[in-house]
């Protein structure tokens, strides 16, 4: 069974850094594209970030380049999303997404909380 | 990076059919045939209806249904059913590495 699972989310202060981890399971994490996707209370789904399946290209929204990165380890079934100087607006809850041919995401982790508040 | 542009709500009654509409630009929707849907209940995690502008994974009721015409994407719902009523986003790949969602619509059933 395909499973991810998010985890590193919680309270941080403006400027402050959280990484956040999705673990793979049930599927060959190395031939699939994966992505970032968050959503903010009461408000729609932002795509945030991709990576494709090796890590050598990644693509990111206007509103986290220069301050998120997204990489993955194939060997430990693991993509991340590393964020630096968060901002309140930041405060979604942040799903990690297979891709399972070219932005067909077809199965999502629960979600992980991020809160940005001083 | 603009969102696509979605309706905010539509409303049907349980068995009729209801089409959602999903607008974007030359540079995203109407240059590839990657528009997917998704639907989203509260404190779920959404799942894929439709991709490829019109394919349906398997195990997805064949009362979805996708469609496109230049920058506008479509998903209707036919036959109405209780637990259809969520929020529905469309995703459009947009080019240079990027994706795009939609403001998303909630559909309410009557």
């Not at chain 2, 709500?9 to 607008?23: E, N, R």
């Not at chain 2, 490829?52 to 209707?76: C, M, Q, Y």
């Not at chain 2, 209780?82 to 309410?108: H, I, M, N, Q």
Request: contains cysteine; aromatic residues 10%.
């Amino acid at each position: 069974e395909v499973q991810l699972v998010e985890s590193g989310g919680g309270l941080v202060k403006p400027g402050g850094s959280l990484r956040l981890s999705c673990a793979a399971s049930g599927f060959t994490l190395s031939t699939y594209w994966m992505h970032w996707v968050r959503q903010a209370p009461g408000k729609g789904l932002v795509w945030v970030s991709h990576i494709n399946s090796d890590g050598s290209r990644t693509g990111s929204a206007d509103s986290v380049k220069g301050r998120f990165t997204i990489s993955r380890d194939n060997a430990k079934n693991t993509m991340y999303l590393q964020m630096n100087s968060l901002r309140a607006e930041d405060t979604a809850v942040y799903y990690c997404a297979r891709d399972y041919n070219w932005n067909a995401l077809d199965h999502w982790g629960p979600g992980t909380l991020v809160t940005v508040s001083s | 990076q603009s969102a696509l542009t979605q309706p905010a709500s539509v409303s049907g009654s349980p068995g009729q059919s209801i089409t959602i509409s999903c607008t974007g630009t030359s540079t995203d929707i109407g240059s590839y045939n990657l528009v997917s849907w998704y639907q989203k209940h509260p404190g779920k995690a959404p799942k894929l209806l439709i991709y490829e502008d019109i394919k349906r994974p398997s195990g997805v009721s064949n009362r979805f249904s996708g469609s496109k015409s230049g920058n506008t994407a479509s998903l209707t719902i036919s036959g109405l059913q209780a637990e259809d009523e969520a929020d529905y986003f469309c995703s459009s790949y947009g080019g240079r590495t990027t994706s795009v969602f939609g403001g998303g619509t909630k559909l309410t059933v009557l």
